[in-house]
């Protein structure tokens, strides 16, 4: 008999799942999106405000020059068309953490549209169509607990009312929570190459609302969706879709019926939960923003834009496979933030074997980072620590065990590989007289492994040169162990 789990699962097979995600990117600027105000994350409450942002009467909006660059150089790099006339135009609602009453934003007429993002799953490619990208200003942001009186009242910071913003809007193509996941990744990943936001979503930089709903396979109609909202991390994020899912195929096989709606994710409890209905769509009563002039991006400003176009990830990870022979998953590693690519190319650059370099980065470096906590920006072996360590070994001045030890001497410390090697200075034995001397005593301590050897189990080879390592403290030429000990072995 089968059990819920294995009923639901395959319940789940006759349905098809469509997702469609939006995601607000916060603009890097200085200053807000229509007044001089600070940006700066972790003011004290209220005070990055003016009477713009605080939306007092008389109070007249100026467009950031600068936000408007970097939407376009965003759109740019997500294969988007740039409209050469974009109309800016207010959102009206009402909430107590959009002071002016309205949200100045992008509706029918947005600053770009009809991108694509390409991405990869499971070795299948797929292309993400990207419905529009739009400029609007964020809104402030209410703090419901943290505070004494946090059972009685709701407190207002305004500090983020303003803050440039584009949102950029998906078409409905993804089928799983791993293409979801796999798209949100490449967005911030060419958003960050491209320098117009940090992307840090404790901070509220780049926050994502999913679109999600069910259909019997073979259904060209949608199923009414629901709306899951600010989700703080892409793994909450595909946790959140994976229950939708079941959620919305379980209520379907009982019967019910999927309310259109908006709901919140409880990580804690791996859940979601409804937030409010959404069954009228809200009129938010768009109108022309009447003191903003149309927006006008020619193409003379759109090509000066460009030449500000960084190298983006996929292109960088192709070139750096033909550039310095390493592999793709090598590639997708060090291309992973642009910092990180530069400081490859700049170890590779000065290197005898960028290859050696890419595979101690994998090998050596990543799962130290991973036991400590740490991400590869705050790695204490910088990459052109990196490259003197692959030299060292590649001309046996060190062998791999010795790179081991001073790798873990680096971690201890806190210091880069060239300050440890300095200190340290491991010298490699190469004297063949003082390596076979330390062969002569492994094999004369070890005669059943002798005999083993010398009987046909010739992986016993790997004791031996495992015991002389041991015994020289990893300071032995591995090149000079392995001749040396088969020639004695085999005499």
Same mark, same amino acid.
């Given at each position: ?102 949200? +100045? /934003? ?6 770009? $549209?009809? !991108? ?5 799953? *499971?070795?299948? @490619?797929? %292309? ?83 679109? +999600? /709903? ?6 060209? $109609?949608? !199923? ?5 909202? *600010?989700?703080? @991390?892409? %793994? ?256």
């Amino acid at each position: 008999m089968a059990t819920a789990s294995e009923t639901l699962s395959a319940a789940i097979q006759k349905y098809e799942v469509v997702i469609g995600l939006e995601v607000h990117v916060q603009l890097l600027t200085v200053t807000k999106a229509f007044c001089g105000c600070s940006t700066k994350f972790g003011a004290p409450p209220n005070t990055n405000v003016c009477p713009v942002c605080l939306g007092l009467p008389g109070a007249l909006p100026v467009l950031n020059k600068r936000a408007v660059e970097f939407a376009t150089l965003a759109a740019m790099a997500l294969n988007c068309q740039i409209r050469e006339t974009s109309i800016f135009a207010r959102k009206n609602y009402f909430y107590p953490d959009l002071p002016k009453g309205y949200q +100045i /934003s992008q509706y029918d007429k947005p600053i770009a $549209e009809h !991108g694509h993002i390409d991405i990869k799953v *499971n070795s299948a @490619s797929k %292309r993400i169509g990207i419905t529009r990208l739009h400029m609007e200003e964020d809104a402030g942001k209410s703090l419901h607990d943290g505070f004494p009186d946090s059972d009685k009242y709701t407190y207002i910071d305004l500090n983020r009312s303003g803050v440039p913003l584009v949102e950029i809007v998906s078409e409905p193509d993804m089928r799983t929570s791993d293409e979801a996941h796999e798209y949100l990744t490449r967005l911030k990943e060419i958003i960050l190459y491209t320098g117009v936001s940090d992307c840090n979503m404790e901070e509220g930089s780049l926050r994502c609302d999913a679109n +999600i /709903s069910v259909r019997p396979r073979g259904q060209k $109609e949608f !199923g009414t969706k629901a709306e899951v909202k *600010n989700v703080n @991390s892409f %793994r909450f994020i595909k946790q959140a879709l994976e229950y939708e899912i079941e959620r919305q195929v379980e209520l379907i096989e009982s019967g019910g019926r999927v309310a259109q709606e908006t709901r919140l994710y409880n990580s804690n409890e791996g859940k979601t939960y409804s937030m409010r209905s959404k069954e009228q769509a809200h009129d938010y009563r768009y109108f022309p923003e009447p003191d903003l002039l149309p927006l006008v991006v020619d193409a003379e400003w759109q090509a000066e834009i460009k030449k500000t176009m960084p190298e983006l990830p996929e292109a960088r990870r192709a070139r750096l496979v033909a550039d310095y022979g390493i592999t793709e998953q090598d590639a997708g590693v060090l291309t992973a933030t642009r910092s990180r690519a530069d400081q490859f190319e700049e170890a590779a650059k000065h290197s005898k074997n960028p290859k050696r370099v890419a595979n101690l980065v994998q090998g050596e470096l990543m799962g130290r980072l991973k036991a400590n906590g740490l991400d590869m920006e705050q790695s204490p072996i910088s990459m052109k620590g990196v490259a003197m360590s692959a030299d060292l070994v590649e001309s046996n001045a060190i062998s791999g065990k010795m790179l081991k030890d001073l790798y873990d001497l680096a971690f201890e410390r806190g210091e880069d590989f060239p300050a440890i090697y300095e200190k340290e200075k491991p010298q490699q034995i190469t004297d063949t007289s003082a390596i076979e001397k330390i062969i002569d005593d492994v094999i004369a301590a070890n005669p059943n492994q002798l005999a083993q050897y010398r009987g046909g189990k010739k992986t016993v080879a790997a004791f031996f040169v495992g015991q002389v390592m041991k015994a020289s403290k990893g300071q032995a030429s591995p090149a000079v162990v392995n001749e040396l000990l088969t020639k004695k072995l085999d005499g």
